[in-house]
């Protein structure tokens, strides 16, 4: 157990629908990662957020936003969902807001779009 | 740009035998961090071993070895005493310092054998 907690572990809906993820990072870490790994692919880095701030942008979509809370939990929005959105959303966290820093990663949330 | 290259797309192995996962990185950048993270079915996301760049010294973790090659680029994982729960994805990550983004292999699927 990494200690970083995800919600729901599973979410089926339709296309054009928003759906929310929800990511509770370890006891202490400041930093929260999103990921999305489509089927039978690598990990597509999304966003980070560091102590409630934006700090990175990877390849998201701008039908999906993020933010960090001030208890540091995160929520990843996915918007006008389409069939290719279906895929797992993990979550990571860190200590500090360094690559160097390791992430432990969450059980993911798998998000199935009919 | 950063690359991480897994060239080994699934490798198999006998229970209690010994195998290496490849990965070879680029970047041009001194001061680094190379990981190895395992994806069981369950598809959670597990950290294996780190590894600091300025290390000369190669990280070991109980079964999990590896060698780290600075000068070629090259961090490959090896694993002693091969048991069926290492049957898993294994992914290969390079994070730098001072940049926004961590980088990840697009994995090696090990299955081992009875």
């Known amino acids: 157990d990494s200690g970083v907690t995800q919600t729901p572990k599973h979410l089926i809906t339709a296309t054009g629908q928003r759906v929310t993820l929800r990511c509770s990072p370890r006891?202490?870490?400041?930093?929260v990662y999103w990921y999305q790994q489509s089927l039978d692919q690598g990990l597509q880095f999304l966003i980070q957020y560091y102590n409630g701030e934006e700090r990175a942008k990877g390849n998201i979509l701008e039908r999906f936003s993020a933010q960090q809370f001030p208890d540091l939990h995160s929520e990843l929005n996915l918007s006008s969902l389409e069939l290719g959105d279906s895929a797992l959303y993990f979550c990571a966290s860190s200590v500090g807001y360094e690559d160097t820093d390791t992430q432990y990663f969450g059980p993911g949330t798998r998000l199935t779009v009919l | 740009a950063q690359t991480v290259t897994q060239s080994q797309p699934e490798m198999s192995v006998q229970e209690a035998e010994t195998v290496t996962l490849s990965c070879t990185y680029d970047?041009?950048?001194?001061?680094?961090?190379l990981f190895w993270y395992k994806q069981p079915p369950s598809r959670q996301m597990i950290l294996v071993i780190r590894?600091?760049?300025?290390?000369?010294q190669n990280a070991t973790e109980n079964r999990f070895s590896v060698n780290f090659q600075k000068a070629a680029k090259s961090f490959s994982l090896k694993i002693s005493d091969s048991q069926l729960g290492d049957t898993a994805m294994y992914f290969c990550a390079l994070g730098l310092y001072n940049f926004n983004k961590f980088y990840f292999g697009s994995g090696t699927k090990l299955n081992v054998k009875p």
């Open positions: 590894q600091e760049a300025y290390k000369q």
């Open positions: 006891s202490g870490d400041l930093s």
């Open positions: 970047t041009s950048e001194n001061n680094y961090y």
